[in-house]
T-cell receptor
Framework: DAGVIQSPRHEVTEMGQEVTLRCKPI?????LFWYRQTMMRGLELLIY????????DSGMPEDRFSAKMPNASFSTLKIQPSEPRDSAVYFC??????????????FGEGSWLTVV | SQELEQSPQSLIVQEGKNLTINCTSS?????LYWYKQKYGEGLIFLMM?????EEKSHEKITAKLDEKKQQSSLHITASQPSHAGIYLC??????????????FGQGTILTVHP
């Protein structure tokens, strides 16, 4: 398996610009998670999808953040407009099954975002 | 929402020493995951525990789940420099119609001196 694939791996952007992070989950997985990791706040769950449907987006910081999953093999996390405090590592993760399935959750390598 | 507290926050040990990392939940644990992370990299799955009293081992790492105490421990025997990294516990929760949500503790930074 190719694993969870994220792009870009690194992005440096100017404040106010739109940022789009992309994720391809493992084929056959029907749950997808977006996390943000910072030194101060640790690993925070932003949103997760089951069968392409957003289940819980209570972790999305504010309206500047949006996530979509148009099909089972692709998801995006968009920040518009970006701010310096959005600088973090953004992880995408996926697993088979929904709910408390007990199946392993696999993480991508992360997208390192720096907003200057 | 689920609150997971890990202790200690950081740990420095000499190679060969045993160590334990704890993860305590404020809510009922339905599934407890342990991951390891190296700086600049993604999370590597170590183990998942579901049942109270369950214990799993992989090489020199053992994890246990105490359902009554809502706590899990990760024990490393005869630590090696390769064990160094950040250890994160994650737990699944059920809240209303929101299920299968996986949240994490703050992590424990492990340093192993040769």
């Amino acid at each position: 398996d190719a694993g969870v694939i994220q792009s870009p791996r690194h992005e440096v952007t100017e404040m106010g610009q739109e940022v789009t992070l992309r994720c391809k989950p493992i084929s056959g997985h029907n749950s997808l998670f977006w996390y943000r990791q910072t030194m101060m706040r640790g690993l925070e769950l932003l949103i997760y999808f089951n069968n392409n449907v957003p289940i819980d987006d209570s972790g999305m910081p504010e309206d500047r953040f949006s996530a979509k999953m148009p099909n089972a093999s692709f998801s995006t996390l968009k920040i518009q407009p970006s701010e310096p405090r959005d600088s973090a590592v953004y992880f995408c993760a996926s697993r088979s099954g929904t709910g408390i399935s007990g199946n392993t959750i696999y993480f991508g390598e992360g997208s390192w975002l720096t907003v200057v | 929402s689920q609150e997971l507290e890990q202790s200690p926050q950081s740990l420095i040990v000499q190679e060969g020493k045993n160590l334990t990392i704890n993860c305590t939940s404020s809510k009922t644990l339905y599934g407890l995951y342990w991951y390891k992370q190296k700086y600049g990299e993604g999370l590597i799955f170590l183990m998942m525990l579901q049942k109270g009293g369950e214990e799993k081992s992989h090489e020199k790492i053992t994890a246990k789940l105490d359902e009554k105490k809502q706590q899990s421990s990760l024990h490393i025997t005869a630590s090696q420099p390769s064990h160094a990294g950040i250890y994160l516990c994650g737990a699944e929760t059920v809240s209303g119609t929101s299920y299968g949500k996986l949240t994490f503790g703050q992590g424990t930074i492990l340093t192993v001196h040769p």
